[in-house]
């Protein structure tokens, strides 16, 4: 198997801001400067001075009017010197875990040995765009164009609502409202009680948001917002679908996920660094594997590519302690879950992003940053991460956690070096 044969990577470090409702705590935060603090936040956890990063791989949807490469502005805005090469990768949902993927790529092939990889994303700061502007509007109204809605959340190719693919979905697979709306409960809980208890607090990089006009004290966003907000059932339950209105949708506002904002960034390196610079590891990265298949069907392509990321690392399905499969709409992770015979005791063990959010840019990368916390605290060795993009793809990715290394003996198929 390929992560046999080729050179170990490291993920030395791994954050996130706080993940922020649309119009929330972090709207007043572009995405640029959400994802400047991960990578900042990122490099300060580790003795890796910024020069000694070679290059940026950093999810970004949402581009329009950031500017030029936004992956580029998030490094310099982190301080990283104008050597470093710098990608911005949109592959939507599924970009901050490409962007992981390829900066493993990147240093296994011998190309840098020290990479960030991540994503970011503002969708409180999407703009609406006015297509006739340019060549100008003859005669009638003038429409906008909501830029979250054009570029994050429509079928390009049949023009549908992705929520629309979701009922597709739970038609297909037999999911129900109340399976729909009850996945979704769950998940709140989860995440409600690993937020009450602290267990996101080692992944979270907090962001200060200065006062209005500077005057006064900056306000500290500490926490994901949404499971600080209390959890009403009887209303998740009575909420009206939100794509079909005839009285035969099941998919809602609550039982998927919210828009949302942040950030996330991970350190990766390869064996030498890791020895040179007498770094620590969170987790080797053992492999991954990409899907597609009919853009109406995304929501399941994790199931074919988890699969295909499971052989890539040379590992079976029931050696993996924990998964995060991300949840876009309740519907996926109970389809992928079915179709791969998973139970919930393995799957989003701190909620998902029905309950946390999903900036879309981010979710990948937050996914494998979430899943290292949930190693962490479960002394679980092996992870796996599964995200659907729009399109009909999907990403994924295997590691091995190096945290409880004293405790634990190191996956076989590669070499380890703490």
């Known amino acids: 198997m390929a992560s046999s ?46 020069e000694e990063i070679e290059e940026v791989f950093f999810g970004n949807v949402l581009s329009a009017n950031l500017g030029q490469n936004p992956a580029r502005q998030c490094a310099i805005g982190a301080g990283l010197p104008d050597s470093t090469v710098c990608t911005t990768i949109n592959k939507v949902c599924a970009s901050g875990l490409k962007s992981i993927i390829l900066a493993t790529q990147t240093i296994m092939t011998g190309n840098a040995s020290a990479i960030i990889a991540g994503g970011t994303e503002s969708m409180s700061n999407t703009p609406h765009y006015l297509p006739v502007l340019r060549t100008g509007s003859k005669f009638g109204n003038a429409t906008l164009v909501d830029g979250i809605l054009r570029d994050g959340l429509t079928d390009a190719y049949s023009s549908d609502h992705m929520g629309l693919q979701a009922e597709e979905c739970a038609s297909d697979h037999s999911f129900s409202r109340a399976d729909q709306d009850a996945y979704a409960v769950r998940s709140i809980k989860k995440a409600q009680h690993a ?17 209005a006009r500077g005057k006064g004290a900056p306000t500290v966003v500490s926490l994901d917002e949404k499971p600080q907000m209390p959890l009403n059932v009887e209303k998740l339950e009575s909420m009206r679908p939100a794509f079909i209105t005839d009285g035969s949708g099941t998919v809602t506002a609550p039982n998927a996920s919210p828009l ?25 990265i053992l492999g991954w594997g990409d899907a597609a298949q009919k853009p109406s069907k ?14 890539h690392a040379n590992i079976k399905i029931d050696e993996i302690d924990a998964f995060e499969i991300n949840e876009a709409f309740s519907v996926v992770a109970l389809a992928n879950l079915k179709l791969l015979s998973l139970g919930e005791d393995r799957v989003n063990l701190h909620g998902g992003a029905v309950a946390l959010g999903h900036p879309l840019g981010c979710s990948g990368a937050r996914i494998v940053t979430t899943l290292l916390g949930v190693l962490r ?41 703490a």
């Open 5 to 50: 044969s080729l050179p170990p990577v490291y993920i030395v470090s791994a954050v996130r801001t706080p993940l922020g409702q649309f119009q929330g705590s972090l709207a007043s935060q572009t995405a640029i400067q959400l994802g400047s603090h991960a990578i900042k936040s990122a490099l300060e956890r580790v003795p890796v001075k910024p």
């Open 195 to 211: 937020s009450k208890t602290g267990l996101f607090a080692p992944e979270i990089a907090p962001v200060s948001i200065p006062a």
């Open 260 to 284: 949302s904002d942040g950030a996330s960034a991970l350190v990766l390196v390869s064996e030498s660094f890791l020895k040179s610079h007498s770094l620590t590891p969170l987790a080797r």
């Open 298 to 311: 995304f929501t399941t392509a994790p199931a074919l590519a988890i699969p295909k990321a499971l052989k």
């Open 377 to 417: 605290e479960n002394k679980g060795r092996l992870g796996c991460v599964g995200i659907c993009n729009g399109g009909g793809g999907a990403s994924s990715l295997v590691l091995e956690s190096l945290q409880q290394q004293k405790e634990e003996k190191p996956a076989t198929n590669g070499s380890t070096e």
